[in-house]
């Protein structure tokens, strides 16, 4: 099995999913199939397609969405007005977006719970701050919203933007080498004021949620569904070969684990001694029905 960790963060109404059920006993087991939900960079001879459009991320305006949303953000009330929603990417999370000026915006979920921040950026200032300081900031402002979570389970990194003048705190859960979406990434300015929040499942996906998912069956089903699609191109290629591919955790739309997989699908070509190469990365959904038998 491999699982290789990188998440290509790129943007990806009702799916189907192709099924199958087998007899064990008096037990049925239904098995989906994986459904594709982004194709990039298209070759000639690969035949996929996009089969769950619902991670088209396409903005669209929610019904019953409160037309004006007030929040207390870093002990500053702020009110903005409704704009549009989108999904959280690669989740079934909705977030509804507020705009409070020009340069201030904020989302929330269903619940109400802040999802992103956008800040106007702050006046200059000569007292600089430090790594520590910035991921001390980056802490204070997530447990202000998320004072349940346990940050001690999750991978904070703190990285510089010498460019900027920012600092990149990211807050990131692994279940094992499996990277999660339950992450919570905060820009926080030299001068320690929080710029920017954005989280996707933050504190949803639980500890133990990959110990039952049976990534031999993942993989086999991810490269057989990415053969499948390659069948033209096997008649043009000298190779065709499908990898790396990453598996990211996520949660279905009844909160129980679920895999996105990037799978990049590479056609290969000798002429002489010059190596050609054309590559389409494929984005897959599997939902349900991983757990080990």
């Not at 999913?17 to 239904?30: N, Q």
């Not at 929330?108 to 999802?115: F, I, Q, R, T």
């Not at 989280?199 to 049976?214: E, H, M, R, T």
Request: glycine fraction near 4%.
């Amino acid at each position: 099995m491999k699982k290789i960790v990188c998440v290509v963060l790129a943007v990806i109404a009702v799916f189907a999913l192709a099924a199958c059920k087998k007899d064990s006993g008096d037990e049925v087991i239904y098995k989906k199939l994986p459904a594709i939900c982004r194709v990039q960079n298209p070759i000639e001879g690969i035949t996929a397609s996009v089969e769950m459009d619902k991670w088209n991320y396409e903005p669209f305006t929610a019904e019953n969405r409160a037309e004006n949303v007030t929040l207390s953000i870093g002990g500053e009330v702020i009110s903005g007005k409704y704009q549009n929603t989108t999904y959280v990417i690669w989740t079934h999370d909705l977030k509804h977006t507020y705009k409070v000026s020009e340069d201030v915006s904020f989302s929330v979920d269903d619940a109400g719970k802040l999802v992103s921040y956008t800040a106007a950026a702050p006046a200059p200032g000569d007292n600089v701050i430090d790594k520590n300081s910035a991921e001390t900031v980056a802490r204070d402002f997530i447990r202000a919203f998320y004072p349940d979570a346990n940050l001690a389970d999750y991978t904070v990194t703190v990285t510089r933007d010498d460019t900027a003048k920012t600092f990149k705190v990211s807050a990131i859960k692994y279940i094992g080498d499996v990277i999660t979406l339950d992450n919570a990434i905060t820009t926080v300015s030299e001068t320690g004021a929080v710029l920017s929040f954005e989280c996707s499942l933050f504190g949803k996906v639980p500890k133990d949620a990959a110990a039952d998912i049976d990534f031999d069956l993942v993989e086999g089903e991810l490269l057989a569904k990415c053969k499948s699609v390659s069948k033209k191109a096997e008649k043009t290629y000298a190779s065709v070969v499908t990898d790396p591919y990453t598996y990211i955790l996520t949660l279905d739309e009844n909160g129980a684990p679920a895999i996105v997989a990037i799978a990049i699908i590479y056609c290969r070509n000798t002429y002489d001694i010059v190596l050609t190469e054309n590559s389409e990365t494929l984005v897959l959904y599997f939902a349900n029905d991983l757990l080990k038998q």
